[in-house]
């Protein structure tokens, strides 16, 4: 009797005697359906497997708000889907699955049936929400559905079914984002690229439609260095902060240079201060803000052409506007920054009279004196201040600012190299204050 019960229970190796017998026997069980009990039951769920999906489906529309709003085609496929979980189970169990040591998986095929937009119209967790109603709906009927003596082994193969054909959804669904992220970044991409190079409005729309571009307004771009490393890593750094203060980015990696398009933000240049940590080392120039996306390319070209120049300004804050590097653009050979500068700074006090531009020079002259600028025009200083003053107010820059002066300077010189506006007497100019072209036509004359 012990001798006996040594054998049985305590005198075989792991793996090996009764149980590994009781092993085998499960394992034929599962996988030669023609000569056991659980063959039936294999035949009873095939037989069911309609009455299965119907069940589901009603479950789903009982206790799941949402699904009752779905499109008619969308719940259809979501009823083939669910067929073919029930026949996967079969297959599942013919395969072995069903045993506790079984390392057999669901395949991905069962979500195959339905076509790839569905998974763009379902969340995970609301598939997720999906499986747990059809899987619970399965275990209600493991009753009816096991052969006599099976309900157990039924019972627990579904369970662990359940487990493999949710990794099978999120495998599913990992795919379809990397898919869908591999695209974005393409035409993201592509997007920046085309901003680059001034592309036709059209295109940029096309290209932002398919990214899903609100273009909330202002929009402005912002040019920095790139901190290196895989580009999907340093654009998800950007849109994980972008997402943190409400922006809407688009980013691309050109080489060294990560150029993003920044929409919605009332501040440009502050919300491009909290995304410095998706930048690398050195200047970060942010573009003018423009009232779409058709219009950034503005705002792009101004953004490379600081970023190009902001090494000259080593003491530059970090983000910078384009704006405030007009005079080391222009020293660079940036167009714009010439007929910017030429136009609303040399243009705006010639045109304001000859005093001013006379009291600038002088000023200059005297290495920023009052006193001696003054005697050098035979004027009292006050005479002085005020028309420091009124330059200050026709061209934004204050001669009284080492910066302001420095562009002032700067806009003189372009000037007098590229003369276009002559100078008009004093006497037959309106009362000195800055002009804005209504028309464009100024503008295009300065070019």
Same mark, same amino acid.
Request: proline share 6%.
């Given at each position: 009797?012990?001798?006996?019960?040594?054998?049985?229970?305590?005198?075989?190796?792991?793996?090996?005697?009764?149980?590994?017998?009781?092993?085998?026997?499960?394992?034929?069980?599962?996988?030669?359906?023609?000569?056991?009990?659980?063959?039936?039951?294999?035949?009873?769920?095939?037989?069911?497997? /309609?009455?299965?999906?119907?069940?589901?489906?009603?479950?789903?529309?009982?206790?799941?708000?949402?699904?009752?709003?779905?499109?008619?085609?969308?719940?259809?496929?979501?009823?083939?889907?669910?067929?073919?979980?029930?026949?996967?189970?079969?297959?599942? %169990?013919?395969?072995?699955?069903?045993?506790?040591?079984?390392?057999?998986?669901?395949?991905?095929?069962?979500?195959?049936?339905?076509?790839?937009?569905?998974?763009?119209?379902?969340?995970?967790?609301?598939?997720?929400?999906?499986?747990?109603?059809?899987?619970?709906?399965?275990?209600?009927?493991?009753? =009816?559905?096991?052969?006599? @003596?099976?309900?157990?082994?039924?019972?627990?193969?579904?369970? =662990?079914?359940?487990?493999?054909?949710?990794?099978?959804?999120?495998?599913?669904?990992?795919?379809?984002?990397?898919?869908?992220?591999? +695209?974005?970044?393409? %035409?993201?991409?592509?997007?920046?690229?085309?901003?680059?190079? /001034?592309?036709?409005?059209?295109?940029?729309?096309?290209?932002?439609?398919?990214?899903? +571009?609100?273009?909330?307004?202002?929009?402005?771009?912002?040019?920095?260095?790139?901190?290196? /490393?895989?580009?999907?890593?340093?654009?998800?750094?950007?849109?994980?902060?972008?997402?943190?203060?409400?922006?809407?980015?688009?980013?691309?990696?050109? @080489?060294?240079?990560?150029?993003?398009?920044? !929409?919605?933000?009332?501040?440009?240049?502050?919300?491009?201060?909290?995304?410095?940590?998706?930048?690398?080392?050195?200047?970060?120039?942010? /573009?003018?803000?423009?009232?779409?996306?058709?219009?950034?390319?503005?705002?792009?070209?101004?953004?490379?052409?600081?970023?190009?120049?902001?090494?000259?300004?080593?003491?530059?804050?970090?983000?910078?506007?384009?704006?405030?590097?007009?005079?080391?653009?222009?020293?660079?050979?940036?167009?714009?920054?010439?007929?910017?500068?030429?136009?609303?700074?040399?243009?705006?006090?010639?045109?304001?009279?000859?005093?001013?531009?006379?009291?600038?020079?002088?000023?200059?002259?005297?290495?920023?004196?009052?006193?001696?600028?003054?005697?050098?025009?035979?004027?009292?200083?006050?005479?002085?201040?005020? =028309?420091?003053?009124?330059?200050?107010?026709?061209?934004?820059?204050?001669?009284?600012?080492?910066?302001?002066?420095?562009?002032?300077?700067?806009?003189?010189?372009? !000037?007098?190299?590229?003369?276009?506006?002559?100078?008009?007497?004093?006497?037959?100019?309106?009362?000195?204050? =800055?002009?804005?072209?209504?028309?464009?036509?100024?503008?295009?004359?300065?070019?």
């Amino acid at each position: 009797m012990a001798g006996g019960r040594r054998t049985s229970l305590g005198g075989s190796p792991p793996g090996s005697g009764v149980q590994a017998q009781v092993r085998a026997c499960q394992a034929v069980a599962v996988s030669e359906p023609g000569g056991t009990e659980l063959a039936a039951t294999l035949r009873r769920i095939e037989r069911a497997a /309609g009455a299965l999906a119907t069940a589901s489906v009603a479950r789903m529309d009982e206790s799941l708000p949402w699904f009752r709003s779905l499109p008619a085609d969308q719940r259809a496929w979501v009823m083939l889907v669910a067929q073919a979980g029930a026949r996967s189970l079969v297959q599942w %169990l013919r395969s072995g699955g069903g045993t506790a040591d079984s390392t057999q998986e669901v395949s991905d095929e069962v979500f195959a049936t339905a076509p790839q937009a569905l998974a763009r119209s379902i969340t995970l967790q609301q598939t997720v929400a999906l499986i747990k109603v059809t899987i619970d709906v399965v275990e209600e009927q493991v009753p =009816r559905l096991a052969a006599p @003596g099976e309900e157990l082994a039924l019972r627990e193969a579904v369970l =662990r079914f359940s487990r493999e054909i949710a990794f099978a959804a999120a495998r599913v669904y990992a795919r379809a984002a990397e898919s869908r992220s591999s +695209w974005d970044a393409r %035409l993201q991409a592509l997007l920046v690229d085309a901003l680059l190079r /001034g592309d036709s409005a059209d295109v940029l729309a096309s290209r932002a439609a398919a990214l899903g +571009w609100a273009d909330e307004p202002p929009v402005a771009v912002a040019v920095g260095r790139s901190p290196g /490393g895989e580009v999907s890593a340093v654009l998800h750094t950007v849109y994980r902060l972008a997402r943190r203060i409400g922006a809407e980015v688009i980013g691309g990696v050109h @080489g060294d240079r990560l150029v993003v398009v920044l !929409g919605g933000a009332a501040d440009p240049v502050a919300a491009t201060g909290k995304l410095l940590a998706a930048f690398g080392d050195g200047p970060v120039v942010v /573009g003018p803000a423009v009232p779409s996306l058709d219009e950034a390319t503005e705002s792009a070209r101004a953004a490379l052409a600081g970023f190009r120049a902001a090494p000259a300004w080593p003491t530059a804050p970090r983000p910078v506007p384009a704006a405030d590097l007009l005079p080391e653009r222009a020293l660079a050979g940036d167009a714009e920054a010439r007929r910017r500068l030429r136009h609303d700074v040399y243009a705006t006090l010639v045109r304001a009279g000859g005093e001013l531009l006379e009291t600038l020079d002088a000023f200059f002259a005297a290495g920023g004196t009052l006193e001696s600028a003054a005697r050098a025009l035979f004027v009292h200083p006050n005479t002085v201040r005020y =028309r420091l003053r009124r330059i200050a107010d026709v061209t934004g820059f204050s001669p009284l600012a080492a910066r302001d002066a420095y562009a002032l300077q700067v806009a003189l010189t372009v !000037g007098r190299l590229d003369p276009v506006v002559p100078v008009v007497p004093t006497q037959t100019m309106p009362p000195p204050v =800055r002009k804005t072209s209504q028309t464009g036509d100024d503008s295009h004359r300065s070019l």
